[in-house]
Each structure stands twice: as C-alpha cells, then as structure tokens.
C-alpha cells in the first residue's frame, strides 16, 4: 500500500531514515527559499510564465529560472519590488525589534487600520455619496473586528471561581439576528465568514 505524505518535508524525514543530517539540511534548503518560492507560486498564479517575466525585466529566461531558484539572501531588493511589480504588486518592508510582544504588534495593526480608516474619511470630502457609503463600510468593519476579538476572547481559559468568561460581547437584537443569520450560513457552506452588514453596529462589552 502506498504512503500518502502532507508535505514533502515529512516524506524526506520519513525516507531519510538515520540520515537526520540530510533531512536538516533539506529543511533549511526550504526554509532559506520562503520568498523566492512564493514569487513562483504568484506568477504562475497570474498566468505568467518565466518568458513573460523575462521580457518585462529585460532579461533572458535562465536569469529568471536562476532567480527563482536562488536563495532568498541572494534576492536583490531591487529584483524583488520589480518582480512584485510585474505581478501588479507592491513590496512592504517592516523592521520590527525582536522584542517586540504580540501585544505591541497587536497594537501596530491598530495603528495601520485607523491610519486607512482615515484615509478612507478622506475621500468623502464634500462628496455625500462616497461619505455614506464609507460610513456603511465603517459599520461593517466594526462588527468584523467585534466578532473577531470575540472569537479570540472564546480561547481563554474560564474564571477559576466560578467558571464564567473573563470577557463576553454583547449585540442589540438585530445584530444579534444577523449574527444567527450568519452562523446558518457558515454551517452550509463549512466555512467561516465575517459578516457584511450596512446597519449601525453597537456591541456591548463586559470585563
């Protein structure tokens, strides 16, 4: 009977056998081309072929088959917003202190969101229109990001005294109809989805 294996890592550390050397050197082979290996997934999603990319960037096909299998150290910067670009991407690079805590990434995130909420106040300007339809988008998000602190809050563990929740969220009626609404069709289809809604959003919070 043939062995059906998730990732080619664990067929590698499963066939290796005593030869551990080789299935750590694999996995750092792996592991040193994240970025690379990720621009070849994004072409060929695209529909591009590495003779396309090559005719944008000026450049012979082996350049790019060299680049694609080259480690991600040896990836240029400039080689990677033009590749990104190529592919109708843009490339963000973020320095973060290797101290930093999930609380103060959490917190950065929070940053960013208000920083394009407001950019998004932006456009409206005089402009009624686009003003209430960002505001429809602002109740939308905020239920999203209300359900998402609210599925996370779910993980923790119970009040030892008593055994009830260190925090629970609380909607009016109609959302909490919404809620439901959503939650029937999350068990058709299997999947998990955040709600859009265009209804003014008013979650009550209890610590």
Do not use: W
């Not at 088959?65 to 843009?90: N, P, T, V």
């Not at 202190?97 to 960013?112: D, E, I, M, Y």
């Amino acid at each position: 009977m043939t062995k059906t294996y998730q990732t080619v890592t664990q067929m590698v550390r499963e066939t290796a056998g005593s030869d551990d050397g080789f299935a750590e050197e694999f996995e750092k082979r792996i592991a040193d081309r994240t970025i690379v290996k990720y621009l070849s997934i994004l072409r060929a999603s695209r529909g591009f072929t590495q003779n396309d990319i090559a005719e944008k960037f000026g450049c012979t096909q082996g350049r790019i088959s060299k680049l694609e299998s080259s480690a991600d150290e040896d990836l240029r910067l400039g080689e990677l917003a033009q590749y990104a670009s190529i592919l109708g991407f843009h490339v963000h690079i973020a320095l973060q202190s290797k101290n930093t805590t999930p609380v103060h990434r959490v917190k950065q995130l929070a940053f960013r969101i208000k920083h394009e909420l407001d950019g998004l106040a932006g456009l409206a300007k005089t402009d009624h229109k686009i003003a209430q339809a960002v505001s429809l988008f602002f109740g939308e998000a905020l239920f999203n990001l209300v359900k998402i602190l609210q599925d996370s809050a779910g993980k923790l563990p119970r009040k030892p005294e008593d055994g009830t929740p260190y925090i629970t969220f609380e909607y009016c009626q109609e959302i909490r109809e919404q809620v439901a609404h959503q939650e029937e069709g999350q068990g058709e289809s299997g999947e998990e989805q955040l709600l859009a809604i265009g209804e003014q959003v008013e979650p009550l919070v209890h610590a």
